[in-house]
């Protein structure tokens, strides 16, 4: 499975962003795609996450301000960022179950 993650950029606080990543490759029958993300000196954190089934769960500091969503026909995955503080700045990487990762794309809010 290859992950491709596009979308990042350098936003001003309060805007949004809508990242994207497409997979190609051959799928398992566990299907959950998401978004994890890491600020410089943090660890690695999950952001969002969704099943085939489209049930998705957030980290609570991103609840009501980011959603997650994906497109079945294309195997693409997106994650909608509305509101975005300062404290979003990471570097965000799409994952697919059970260990399969994207390149990192940059996420920069200033404030």
């Known amino acids: 499975v290859q992950l491709q993650a596009s979308g990042g950029g350098l936003v001003q606080a309060g805007g949004s962003l809508r990242l994207s990543c497409a997979a190609s490759g051959s799928t398992n029958s566990i299907d959950i795609v998401g978004w994890y993300r890491q600020a410089p000196g943090k660890q690695r954190e999950l952001v969002a996450r969704?099943?085939?089934?489209?049930?998705?769960s957030y980290t609570e500091a991103v609840k009501g301000r980011f959603t997650i969503s994906r497109d079945n026909a294309k195997n693409t995955v997106y994650l909608q960022m509305n509101s975005l503080k300062a404290e979003d700045t990471a570097v965000y990487y799409c994952?697919?179950?059970?260990?399969?990762w994207g390149l990192g794309t940059q996420v920069t809010v200033s404030s």
């Open positions: 994952w697919r179950y059970p260990a399969y």
């Open positions: 969704i099943t085939s089934g489209s049930g998705a």
